[in-house]
């Protein structure tokens, strides 16, 4: 099964819907944006953001980053009529400090501990001082830990993010903290399940990694916030020093 087939092309209409949202307001967050000469998508699975960015970002590079091997060649045959789109599978092959605006969508929730710290890394440094990352995560506590527990127990009952228990913890507030973890691609493992992921500690994380948050914005409907909302976007600028809060 493609990544596609999970998301954007998904049986569940709403669930299509809601894949299809989160692009588009992510891009929202940046549409007015000038003076953008290099746009990264970093963690790109099919490649369907990257092809969005070149309407809002016509004169810009279109970076797709993807490092494992089956998703970059969905990627690729995703996007195989824009040519403005370069492809690496290797950071290594992005110069330092040369990205303007960076988008990072529904990647973090998937890193263990190590491979996030390694993530942060690239990302300070392709990301020119002073640049922008969209940093999207999904919201896995409270009603949206409930609603979407339900949706996966009528598909999967019994999973590690389809049983009671778990689901029970995450809308509490307290999301399980031994989580399943496999290998994507060699030397990169991830959690295969959003369940688990907790995005208050996330928000806290950035703050640490020299981003300093700008804005947050919940999606689909912002005004309502993390506490209804199935995903949630910070949008940070590199800094040298986190300036203190008083």
């Known amino acids: ?25 992510a891009i929202q967050l940046t549409a007015h944006f000038q003076g953008i ?28 980053y ?10 690729q045959k995703n996007t195989e009529k824009f040519q403005q789109i370069r492809f690496v599978s290797d950071m290594g092959a992005v110069s330092k400090e040369s990205v303007d605006l960076l988008y990072c969508l529904e990647v973090f929730e998937h890193l263990p501990v190590n491979e996030a710290e390694k993530a942060f ?15 999207g995560v999904p919201i896995e506590v ?26 029970l913890r995450a809308t509490v507030g307290f999301p399980p903290q031994s989580r399943p973890i496999n290998e994507i691609a060699t030397g990169w493992w991830y959690h295969p399940h959003h369940l688990g992921f907790d995005y208050r500690r996330f928000r806290a ?13 919940a999606s689909p409907i912002p005004i309502f916030g993390a506490w209804i909302n199935p ?16």
């Open 142 to 167: 409270y009603l949206p830990a409930l609603y979407k527990g339900i949706f996966r127990m009528t598909r999967r009952f019994g999973d590690f993010d389809a049983t009671p228990g778990n689901v």
């Open 205 to 217: 994380l950035l703050k640490s990694q020299h981003l300093m948050i700008l804005k947050q914005s």
């Open 121 to 135: 890394s690239l990302i300070r440094s392709v990301l020119r001082n002073s640049g922008i990352a969209i940093m």
């Open 231 to 246: 995903e949630i976007y910070f949008v940070v600028q590199k800094v040298n020093k986190i300036p203190p809060l008083f």
């Open 66 to 75: 993807e490092p494992t091997f089956d998703l970059m060649a969905e990627a």
């Open 37 to 64: 000469n290099t746009v990264l998508d970093f963690g790109a699975g099919n490649g369907e953001l990257s092809k969005r960015l070149i309407n809002f970002f016509p004169k810009a590079h279109i970076i797709c």
């Open 1 to 25: 099964m493609s990544y596609a087939d999970i998301t954007f092309c998904d049986q569940n209409p709403i669930k299509r819907w809601l894949q299809q949202r989160r692009l588009a307001d």
